[in-house]
């Protein structure tokens, strides 16, 4: 079945820093990728998501970029603000049904 | 829309007591999943359905965890009997289209067994 790592687990930057957490899947028919953000005690919200037939897709200060060929997808975060401290989770999932599954997250500091 | 709603907020059980978590989806979301959320496992997908029909319950840990969908709009996890194992965050998401569309979670349900 799928697998999904992602690393690093903890990142810690300072304001304004870029950040990048990245990510890599085992079954290469998984098609769609979606990252979520989980601030402390609540609940997972959709980031941003990027399907296979693109390589990068952008909003605002938030990117994420896929490489097929390497099976590996990743989230960049620009000018960073404190506001982003959360943790970050990938996940991975295809058409045909199949689990959409998470990685193990990375707990990202923004220090003012 | 009010979003994806979960009860109780919290719930705090003595081993081998029953417990039922409640969730209502994004009405007309035709997907539901159950989660569970612990710092050891991560995030794991326990069950979901499809216009009310379970479709993977491969997730669910055993026989004391069965889950329902009775009509569109209301489903339930239930745990018989707990364990303090059991004890996890509970995150109930509904989705338009399934596994390629945004998950909207609810609040979570933080269960606690003694």
């Known amino acids: 079945g799928e697998n999904v790592e992602q690393h690093p687990s903890t990142l810690s930057v300072q304001e304004g820093d870029s950040a990048v957490i990245k990510c890599t899947y085992s079954d290469s028919a998984s098609n769609y990728f979606p990252w979520y953000k989980q601030e402390l005690g609540k609940r997972p919200q959709l980031v941003i998501d990027i399907r296979s037939n693109v390589g990068e897709k952008k909003d605002q200060r938030i990117a994420v970029t896929l490489n097929k060929t390497a099976k590996h997808f990743s989230l960049h975060i620009t000018e960073t603000q404190p506001e982003d401290s959360a943790v970050y989770f990938c996940a991975a999932s295809d058409t045909g049904g199949f689990k959409t599954i998470f990685g193990a997250g990375t707990r990202l500091f923004v220090k003012a | 829309d009010a979003g994806v709603i979960q009860s109780p907020r919290h719930e705090v059980t003595e081993m081998g007591q029953e417990v039922t978590l409640r969730c209502k989806p994004i009405s007309g979301h035709d997907y539901l999943f159950w989660y569970r959320q612990t710092m050891m496992r991560g995030l794991e997908l326990l069950i979901y359905?499809?216009?009310?029909?379970?479709?993977?319950d491969s997730g669910m840990p055993e026989d004391r965890f069965s889950a329902k969908m009775p009509n569109a709009s209301f489903s339930t996890l239930k745990i018989q009997p707990s364990e303090p194992r059991d004890s996890a965050v509970y995150f109930c998401?509904?989705?338009?289209?399934?596994?390629?569309?945004?998950?909207?979670f609810g609040p979570g349900t933080r269960l606690l067994v003694l």
């Open positions: 998401a509904s989705s338009f289209l399934g596994y390629q569309e945004t998950q909207y």
């Open positions: 359905f499809n216009n009310n029909v379970p479709i993977d």
